[in-house]
C-alpha cells in the first residue's frame, strides 16, 4: 500500500567508518509510529472481542429482544458476515479514502454501532446494528496488522505482531470472561457499552499519530468491482451455510443447498477473475510463495482450533457443568491470562530461537492441551481443566506472533494490503469452519456414543433393573403417589444419564479432533523456511 509510508527516525551515523560488509544500524522507531501501532492493535483486539463476549451473553440477548433460540444465532452470524465480507476489500479502500480517513472513520462507527446494539428492541434492529457494526469492525483487523509490516523496520515487526496476536489469540480467549462477567453483574446492554472508554482512546491515538493523505478517488474508477461482487456475494453465503448448516440439517435444507450452490459458485468466478484481472482486489498469487502459503494453511487451522476450542469448552460447562456464563468465564480465563504474560516475552525469545522452532512448540503444546481432555468424566470441571488451560494458554502465546512474521517476511509494501487481508479472513474462515465442523460433530458423536450406551442400558440387565428400581423408590419417597408414574420417571432419568454419558464421550472426541487439526498445523510449520531478518534484534 502506497498510501503508507513508516514514520522513522533514522540513528545519527556518528561512528568512525566501519567495513563494507557490517550492516547498518537498526531504525529507531519514533513515538507517533508507536502510538498508531497501538491504537490501531487497541481496535483489532476491540473487534475480535466482540465476537465472543456476545456469545457469552446471547441467551440473555435473546430473552431481552424477544428472539427464539434459533433465529437469536443471527445477532452472531450478522456480526461475522459484516466482518468477513469487509476484511478482503479494507487494504483497497485504504488506498482510495487514505489510511487515516477510511481508519477513523470506521472506528467511530463501531463505536456509535456498539452503542446502538445496547438499545436494540427487537431481533430484525439487532441484526441489522450487529452487521454494521461488524462490518466497520472487521476494517480495524487488517489494517492494524498492515500498520504493523509497513510502519515499522523489520526490527522492530515482532513487538508489533506481539501485540497484534493479543487481539488475535487472546481477545477470543478472555470475551467469554468479560462478557459472563458484565451480563451476571450489569446486565447485557454492557457488553456493548464497554468498547466506549477504551473506543474513545484508540480513536484519540488514532487521529494524533496518523498523518493526514490525499483521497485517491479515481482509483474507484478502476476498482475490480466484479471481483468485489462475487467475493461478497460468497463469503456471505458461506459463513451463513457454516452458521446455519447444522441447525437446518446442512444439505437436508434447501436453504441451505440453494446458499451452497452460490457460494461455490461466486467463490470459483472470484478466482477466476482475481487470477486474470489486470489490477485484482486481492494478489491471490501470494498463496504460491512457500512460507505464505504454508503460513495461511497453519493460520486457518489455528483458527479452527481457536475459535472451535472457545465453542466446545463453554458448551460442555453449560450443558454438562450447569454453569452460567460468569462461571464460564472464570474458567475460560486461565486460557487468556497468562498470554497477556507471555506475549510480550515471545518477540524477545525470537531473538534467541528459530522462529519455527516456536511456532512448532506452540502448536505441539496447543494440541497437546485438547488431547489433556480426552477422557473427562462427569466429574471434570473447573480444577482438572485448570492445566489443560494453561497449557493451551502457553501454546497459543508462543504460536501468532512468529507465525505472522515467518508468513509475511519478504512481502512487498504493494502487497501488503493484500496480505494482511487474507491472513486475518483465512484465520477468521478457519474459525467458522471449525464451529460448524464441530456442532455437526459433537451431535453425531452424541448420537454414536448413545446408541452405543442403550445397548448396554436393558431392562434385561439386572444393573439396570436395580437402578430403576432405586430411582422409583426415590420418586415414591418424594411424593410421586402412583407408582407406575414413579416407574416412567425413573426410567426417563436413566435415559437423561445416558444421554449425559454420550455428550461427555462426545465433547472428548472434539477434543480429540482439535489437536488433531493442531498437528496437521504443525507439520505445515515445519515446511516453512526460515527467512532473513525476522528476529527483532538482527539488523536491517
Given at each position: 500500500?502506497?498510501a503508507?509510508?513508516p514514520?522513522?527516525?533514522t540513528?545519527?551515523?556518528s561512528?568512525p567508518?566501519?567495513?563494507?560488509t557490517?550492516a547498518?544500524?537498526t531504525?529507531?522507531?519514533s ?6 501501532v497501538f ?20 441467551a ?18 450478522s456480526?461475522?458476515?459484516g ?10 479502500l ?10 477513523l472513520t470506521n472506528a ?12 436494540a ?5 439487532m ?13 480495524l483487523i ?15 515487526q515482532?513487538?508489533?505482531?506481539a ?14 470472561t468479560?462478557?459472563g462477567?458484565l451480563?451476571e453483574n450489569?446486565?447485557?446492554q454492557y ?14 491515538m488514532?487521529?494524533f499519530s496518523?498523518e493526514a ?8 474508477r ?22 446455519e448448516?447444522n ?10 443447498v440453494r ?6 459458485v ?19 498469487r ?9 503460513g495461511?494453511l ?11 476450542s ?8 453449560a450443558r ?9 468465564g ?5 486460557t487468556?491470562l497468562?498470554q ?14 528459530d522462529?519455527r522452532?516456536?511456532?512448532?512448540a ?8 485438547n ?17 489443560p ?20 517476511a ?6 501488503a ?5 487474507l ?6 474462515l478457519?474459525?467458522a ?8 460433530f459433537?451431535?453425531?458423536?452424541e448420537?454414536?456414543h ?9 431392562m ?13 423408590e426415590y ?11 414413579a416407574?416412567?420417571?425413573?426410567y ?6 445416558v444421554?449425559?454419558?454420550a455428550?461427555?464421550l ?16 504443525l507439520v ?15 539488523a536491517h
Amino acid at each position: 500500500m502506497t498510501a503508507l509510508q513508516p514514520t522513522i527516525e533514522t540513528v545519527a551515523a556518528s561512528d568512525p567508518p566501519r567495513p563494507a560488509t557490517a550492516a547498518p544500524a537498526t531504525p529507531v522507531v519514533s513515538a507517533k509510529t508507536w502510538i498508531a501501532v497501538f491504537g490501531a492493535t487497541l481496535g483489532a483486539f476491540m473487534a475480535v472481542l466482540n465476537i465472543q463476549i456476545v456469545n457469552a451473553s446471547l441467551a440473555d440477548i435473546q430473552g431481552a429482544i424477544g428472539a427464539g433460540f434459533d433465529d437469536g444465532g443471527w445477532i452472531s452470524t450478522s456480526y461475522l458476515i459484516g466482518e468477513i465480507v469487509v476484511i478482503p476489500l479494507t487494504g483497497w479502500l485504504a488506498q482510495v479514502f487514505s489510511v487515516r480517513l477510511y481508519l477513523l472513520t470506521n472506528a467511530i462507527l463501531f463505536l456509535v454501532f456498539s452503542a446502538a446494539c445496547a438499545f436494540a428492541q427487537d431481533l430484525p434492529q439487532m441484526i441489522a446494528l450487529r452487521a454494521v457494526q461488524g462490518f466497520s469492525g472487521g476494517v480495524l483487523i487488517p489494517l492494524a496488522f498492515t500498520l504493523i509490516i509497513t510502519l515499522l523496520p523489520k526490527g522492530k515487526q515482532p513487538i508489533g505482531l506481539a501485540l497484534f496476536a493479543l487481539s488475535a489469540t487472546f481477545a477470543p480467549a478472555i470475551g467469554p470472561t468479560i462478557g459472563g462477567y458484565l451480563t451476571e453483574n450489569y446486565g447485557w446492554q454492557y457488553i456493548f457499552y464497554v468498547n466506549l472508554v477504551p473506543g474513545a482512546l484508540m480513536i484519540g491515538m488514532l487521529w494524533f499519530s496518523l498523518e493526514a493523505r490525499p483521497m485517491r478517488l479515481s482509483l474507484l474508477r478502476d476498482g475490480d468491482w466484479l471481483g468485489i461482487m462475487t467475493m461478497a456475494i460468497g463469503l456471505a453465503a458461506l459463513q451463513t451455510v457454516l452458521e446455519e448448516g447444522n441447525k437446518d440439517d446442512w444439505f437436508g435444507s434447501p436453504f441451505i443447498v440453494r446458499l451452497s450452490i452460490i457460494a461455490a459458485v461466486a467463490l470459483a468466478l472470484f478466482f477466476v477473475i482475481e487470477l486474470s484481472a489486470e489490477k485484482p482486489l486481492l494478489n491471490l498469487r501470494l498463496l504460491l510463495r512457500r512460507n505464505f502459503g504454508f503460513g495461511i494453511l497453519a493460520n486457518i487451522l489455528l483458527g479452527f482450533a481457536l475459535y472451535g476450542s472457545v465453542y466446545i469448552l463453554p458448551s460442555y460447562l453449560a450443558r454438562i457443568q450447569g454453569y452460567n456464563s460468569e462461571q464460564i468465564g472464570m474458567v475460560l480465563a486461565w486460557t487468556g491470562l497468562p498470554q497477556l504474560l507471555l506475549i510480550p516475552l515471545v518477540p524477545r525469545l525470537m531473538q534467541r530461537f528459530d522462529p519455527r522452532i516456536l511456532i512448532a512448540a506452540g502448536f505441539a503444546l496447543f494440541a497437546a492441551s485438547n488431547f489433556m481432555n480426552i477422557t473427562m468424566t462427569s466429574d471434570y470441571a473447573n480444577d482438572q481443566l485448570l492445566w489443560p488451560d494453561i497449557v493451551r494458554a502457553v501454546g497459543q502465546a508462543l504460536v501468532m506472533t512468529p507465525l505472522s512474521a515467518v508468513a509475511t517476511a519478504g512481502i512487498e509494501a504493494e502487497n501488503a494490503g493484500s496480505a494482511s487481508s487474507l491472513f486475518n479472513m483465512m484465520r477468521n474462515l478457519g474459525g467458522a469452519i471449525g464451529i460448524a465442523m464441530l456442532q455437526t460433530f459433537l451431535t453425531k458423536r452424541e448420537q454414536y456414543h448413545s446408541n452405543v450406551l442403550m445397548q448396554s442400558v436393558s431392562m434385561f440387565e439386572e444393573a439396570t433393573r436395580a437402578r430403576s428400581a432405586q430411582l422409583t423408590e426415590y420418586f415414591v419417597n418424594h411424593g410421586v403417589l402412583d407408582r407406575t408414574d414413579a416407574a416412567h420417571r425413573a426410567y426417563v432419568a436413566i435415559g437423561h444419564i445416558v444421554q449425559k454419558q454420550a455428550f461427555i464421550l462426545a465433547f472428548s472426541d472434539t477434543f480429540y479432533l482439535l489437536g488433531a487439526s493442531l498437528i496437521v498445523a504443525l507439520v505445515a510449520s515445519l515446511l516453512l523456511k526460515k527467512p532473513d531478518h525476522v528476529s527483532s534484534g538482527g539488523a536491517h
